[in-house]
């Protein structure tokens, strides 16, 4: 499954628990590929759709113990003198300030004895904790409770975890957990991937990279040799150093973050891309400012001109952009719908979309009818 369509599903899942229908889901693949991302991404979203407070509450059960699953055991004396063990809150639990809430589509901090009337307690690398604290667990899955503790309605549960080919510590699967929640392998999508670097203004040159070598960054292997390597999210980590750094220094960096060949092959692309005119440029005369030729060259000019356009540029934009071939016209116009969907608003822009109906329709942004 692509990671927006399990995006959709985790949002499917909370409308079903609005309802008081739970499904636990499970999301499976290799490292970097957005599985905990997309939780707090359907929470913000499911925000708007619900017109309530979503809460999101990450729980990371490879950094803690059995005792953290169920909370502590603390000895009371009964009035008769005998003893028994209650138990703590677990630390799961909505109510603390260790979770967030999405009001709204805006994500923030949750402040303490705040609940929110639906939410997702996202067990974080599941796999990679040891057995004895997933076994506490599994009966979150199924009941949504651990011993004394457990969610409010409204309230689901969700994991993500490695694979075992992916050498992250994961343990092997124990069959009485399996039985308890939808298991969903995550596949790397470049398409999935590019709408959302889009949406979060991640640094178009890293977009035209993965469109460029989708390869180096979407790879379904972690590499046999250790040390780092490029994943999305390496990528993205590395892409915030450009141009902070000078050129020499940022090399060295992103061999320690997304390994000597990717490295290579990611400074590489930005030289080309110094050589590409300026948006000002592009902007002041879109006619005659020079097209590039290589592929390379026009995904990054591409990019870059999805990441800045706007109302009052994007007539100029995408004069400049129809003198590329159809594909980064395509692109482009997906880019820039994706970051800035108002600039339709533009009397002058929504006149050339007009004039240009059928590359509206080839970037599946309006209907046949449309």
Not at 125 to 145: H, M, S, V, Y
Not at 167 to 174: D, F, W
Not at 328 to 338: K, P
Request: charged letters at 25%.
């Amino acid at each position: 499954m692509k990671i927006n369509e399990a995006k959709n599903l985790l949002k499917t899942n909370l409308r079903l628990a609005a309802k008081g229908i739970y499904v636990s889901t499970e999301l499976v693949s290799g490292p970097g590929l957005g599985k905990s991302s997309i939780n707090e991404q359907a929470a913000a979203e499911m925000s708007i759709e619900l017109g309530q407070p979503v809460g999101y509450i990450p729980f990371f059960l490879s950094t803690v113990e059995p005792p953290d699953v169920r909370g502590f055991g603390i000895p009371e004396k009964l009035p008769g003198g005998e003893r028994r063990m209650v138990y703590t809150k677990a630390p799961w639990m909505p109510g603390g300030d260790n979770g967030f809430i999405a009001e709204g589509g805006q994500v923030r901090r949750a402040k303490a004895g705040e609940v929110a009337p639906f939410g997702i307690v996202n067990l974080d690398e599941f796999r990679q904790a040891g057995l004895d604290t997933q076994k506490p667990a599994a009966e979150l899955f199924l009941n949504r409770r651990v011993g004394e503790s457990f969610l409010p309605d409204g309230w689901m549960v969700t994991a993500c975890s490695n694979r075992e080919s992916d050498r992250s510590g994961v343990q092997r699967e124990l069959a009485f957990i399996t039985n308890r929640r939808m298991v969903i392998k995550i596949e790397p999508n470049l398409d999935a991937w590019v709408t959302w670097a889009e949406k979060q203004a991640v640094h178009p040159l890293a977009i035209a990279f993965a469109r460029t070598k989708p390869g180096t960054v979407f790879a379904d292997t972690v590499p046999e040799k250790p040390g780092p390597f490029c994943t999305p999210r390496s990528l993205v980590m590395c892409s915030q150093l450009i141009g902070e750094l000078d050129m020499g220094t940022f090399t060295e960096c992103a061999v320690g973050l997304i390994g000597e060949g990717a490295a290579g092959e990611f400074v590489a692309f930005l030289r080309v891309a110094e050589q590409l005119p300026k948006f000002e440029d592009i902007v002041k005369d879109p006619k005659n400012v020079p097209v590039p030729t290589r592929p390379d060259a026009s995904y990054a000019a591409m990019q870059m001109i999805a990441h800045r356009v706007d109302e009052k540029t994007a007539v100029a934009a995408f004069t400049y952009l129809s003198r590329m071939q159809k594909e980064f016209q395509v692109a482009g116009l997906r880019g820039t719908f994706n970051r800035v969907p108002n600039v339709v608003r533009s009397p002058e822009f929504a006149s050339w979309l007009r004039d240009n109906k059928s590359l509206v329709m080839a970037a599946n942004l309006i209907g046949k009818k449309g």
